[in-house]
């Protein structure tokens, strides 16, 4: 255990226990995340129960096929993340980095797929306000949830990138060993990350065209 | 007793590397992840917040000795009472207990060496820095006018004060409690010491735990009431804006799933505080300790369905009304529960008057009329003539300052010794005390009266009818005042001048209390084991009836 000392950290006495807590405490922080997202989640079936053919209307003007290639883009992603985690719990450290950043470059990926469609909603006016082109009124407020939803999915997964790339490099200059306590928690974010994307995939792209 | 198995160095020996001791440049304390350290961070800015909130009422208060005002214009007085709720919420009542005493007191409790993430810990009073400095900018802006329930369509759409500044700090200041609360869970699940099983744990202990799961689960759900406003605000995003179909009383349901929590996350510290306090000063085992722990999770859990009696007379359908009305009156079984055992806790105890335990006994009285009027508000035909009036504004004060500011005084002298190896001046804390007790009630009493006879909440002038009451509410906050203030004085005074408090100056059973006073910074010298359940005040309890503290096997250096 000596070459693991140096993943060990206050107050922890044996890295299982360690790795344990990061876990456990990073499943607590996701309960809150569950909830935060719920709020919003809530929001949308509330108002798509009083609109339902407002919903109908404007969903049909998102762009599924932007919203198709995120959702594969995504999904790899946390096949590479576990794929990532695997090797780290493998204490391989090469082939963990390469993982990570295989990951990196989908959650790229997918924020330019996001930044085009992003270009071509603003292109169309579907920002709810004095030129919005939809009818009836309450389509705006599909678009309002819209911008809400997927921007703070954006930021979480910006945020996602962010730590994965500070853990490659506290990683690659082997300041944190692969098989502490790290990956796993970062993974567990990542995946969570991923699955928000799995409940926003159907109701953005898919409602609007039964 | 005998929760340790290894005898202590002696005080005099350990003294010398307390953790107040590990450091004393300012950048020691800014870069702390001693829990210890940051808890003490905490206090003074929780401290600092809470007269800043203190003064924006007492202006209020000032103002409303006249039915026309006097020198404040409506404007002024609409941000007055808001920034007072703002800071009181939540830069002074959610962070109160749990960042200070459960801070430090939580890992010496379960006798661990620290929190589980100490870093996060540090992290958590940073972002309660940052939110507190949108406040601040808040107020040094003009303030913001929407009450500190922020409803849209004034929120979002009409008010011209820095809303959106005042909900970023809001906004922050909830992921700091997400922080504490994470790490209080991870906390209290993984560092117990060997032997500390579930319900060996004190209810101080077992309150973090269930405060912590409420902040966690509860706290996101305001930030995302408070984002989708500001959204609206700021891009104009419709989402309660009823022109284009948007419903402002979504708005209100979310707040208040969050805001309802939020009630129980001011009040279960306080209990559990309320819970270390009387055991210790009535030399008695807590009655029925393990419905005291169903309670407090029985309320954890009740607080979450009953957000909805916030909106009996916002256009809920009846059915909710008739379903939110019984549930909240659920909520008044564990607390009745609570209130019972702690009397019976006193039944037969010896009971000694010191300023804890005074403001605990304070705590029981007050938060038991608080919780009575809350069975009113409950009922939706008394709560339909009574919402929005000073009837439903003494009432959560009752339960919110009578109830846990009460209790955060108890713990902050009980645990006082403990924390900086000082004795305050007793005979100042127990005028203090009654002082308190009395002034909360100069303020409130009137506040219920007249807010039974019809004067509704937040209006700045009112019928000459009311005036006396608003009278006695103003002496009876002046009163308050002065007892606030109290121990600001003696309390600063005792770290000078104050006696040097041995370990264990109350003769009280838990962890905490079994090492040095202050502890050293990994907080136990040697590991402790805890061989028995909590408050066996039973055989230490004749020590106090023979005038001389009897060392307790394995108390360590109390004398």
């Known amino acids: 255990m000596t070459d693991l000392s140096d ?20 499943w607590f922080f996701l309960a809150s995340e569950v909830l935060f997202f719920a709020a919003l989640f809530c929001s949308y079936a509330v108002y798509r129960s009083f609109n339902a053919e407002a919903f109908r209307i404007a969903a049909a003007h998102t762009k599924l096929i932007y919203g198709s290639i995120n959702t594969a883009l995504l999904l790899t992603s946390s096949l590479t993340m576990t794929i990532a985690l695997r090797a780290a719990t493998a204490r391989l450290q090469r082939m963990t980095l390469f993982f990570l950043g295989l990951t990196v470059l989908l959650g790229l990926a997918f924020l330019v797929t996001k930044g085009l469609e992003y ?39 910006t945020a996602g990138i962010g730590v994965v790339i500070v853990v490659m490099l506290l990683f690659g200059r082997e300041i944190v060993p692969v098989q502490g306590s790290t990956m796993e928690g970062v993974a567990i974010y990542w995946h969570f990350v991923d699955t928000v994307w799995i409940f926003l995939y159907p109701l953005i792209y898919l409602g609007g065209r039964t | 007793m005998s929760e340790m198995t290894l005898p202590f160095a002696p005080a005099e020996h350990v003294g010398a590397s307390s953790y107040l001791d590990e450091g004393h440049t300012v950048l020691s304390w800014l870069l702390t992840t001693d829990h210890k350290r940051i808890a003490i961070l905490y206090a003074l800015s929780i ?75 540090l ?51 909830g992921f700091s409690s997400i922080a504490t609360g994470v790490n209080f869970l991870a906390t209290t ?22 405060v912590s799961l409420v902040m966690v689960l509860a706290t996101p759900v305001l930030a995302m009431s408070l984002l989708l406003i500001s959204a609206e605000r700021l891009f104009g995003l419709p989402i309660f804006d009823a022109r284009v179909g948007g419903d402002p009383v979504l708005f209100q349901h979310i707040f208040w799933f969050y805001s309802h929590p939020a009630v129980y996350i001011m009040i279960l510290p306080a209990m559990g505080v309320v819970s270390e306090v009387l055991p210790c000063f009535a030399r008695r085992r807590v009655f029925g300790y393990a419905f005291m722990v169903y309670a407090l999770l029985m309320i954890g859990i009740v607080g979450f369905m009953v957000w909805g009696h916030h909106m009996f007379v916002a256009g809920q359908s009846p059915f909710a009304n008739l379903v939110f009305s019984f549930l909240s009156f659920i909520v008044a079984v564990p ?33 038991t009329i608080g919780g009575l009027t809350g ?14 009036s000073y009837f439903v504004v003494a009432h959560f004060h009752t339960i919110m300052v009578g109830g846990t500011v009460s209790a955060f005084m108890a713990g902050i002298h009980y645990w006082w010794p403990k924390v900086t190896g000082r004795m305050y001046h007793e005979f100042a804390a127990q005028f203090a005390a009654i002082t308190m007790f009395l002034g909360f009630n100069l303020t409130f009493i009137p506040q219920f009266i007249m807010g039974w006879l019809g004067m509704p909440r937040r209006y700045h002038m009112y019928p ?40 264990n100056p109350w003769q009280a059973t838990g962890l905490e209390w079994q090492t040095s006073s202050p502890p050293p910074k990994q907080n136990f010298l040697h590991p402790p084991r805890v061989t028995s359940a909590p408050y066996q005040y039973h055989e230490l309890g004749r020590a106090r009836e023979e005038g001389e503290p009897t060392s307790v096997s394995g108390q360590g250096g109390t004398s």
């Open chain 1, 7 to 26: 993943a060990l950290q206050e107050p922890w006495s044996d890295l299982r226990l360690q790795r344990e807590a990061v876990g456990l405490g990073m």
């Open chain 2, 47 to 121: 401290t600092i917040f809470f007269f800043i909130g203190g003064v924006a009422i007492g202006l209020v208060r000032l103002e409303l000795i006249s039915p026309t005002g006097w020198f404040m214009t409506s404007d002024e007085y609409n941000r007055a009472f808001t920034i007072h709720g703002i800071i009181m919420v939540w830069f002074f009542l959610v962070p109160s207990i749990p960042a200070t005493m459960g801070n430090f007191i939580l890992p010496l409790m379960i006798g661990a060496p620290d929190v589980a993430f100490p870093r996060l810990n």
């Open chain 2, 123 to 173: 992290l958590s009073w940073y972002l309660y820095v940052i939110g507190a400095g949108f406040t601040v900018y808040v107020l040094l802006t003009g303030g913001v006018d929407t009450g500190w329930t922020f409803y849209p369509p004034f929120s979002s759409n009409y008010s011209n004060s820095s809303v959106v500044a005042a909900a970023a700090g809001v906004f922050v200041v």
């Open chain 2, 464 to 503: 000459d009818v009311f005036q006396i009451w608003h009278v006695l509410s103003s002496g009876g906050a002046a009163v308050l005042a002065v007892a606030y203030l109290l121990p600001l004085g003696y309390l600063t005074w005792s770290l000078i001048g104050g006696d040097r408090a041995g370990d």
């Open chain 2, 189 to 210: 699940h993984l560092l117990r010491a060997p032997g500390m099983t579930w319900f060996r744990l004190p209810l101080f202990a077992w309150s973090m735990y269930v």
């Open chain 2, 375 to 388: 069975l009113f508000l409950a009922s939706v035909p008394i709560d339909i003539a009574t919402t929005d």
């Open chain 2, 335 to 367: 607390s009745a529960i609570k209130v019972f055992n702690w009397t019976a806790t006193l039944y037969r105890g010896q009971i000694g008057f010191e300023a804890p335990m005074l403001y605990a006994l304070g705590f029981i009285g007050l938060f």
């Open chain 1, 119 to 157: 270009y071509g909603d603003i292109e169309e006016h579907l920002i709810p306000g004095s030129t919005f082109p939809l009818k009836p009124a309450a389509t705006e407020i599909f678009w309002a949830l819209y911008w809400v939803m997927t921007g703070i999915h954006a930021i979480h997964l």
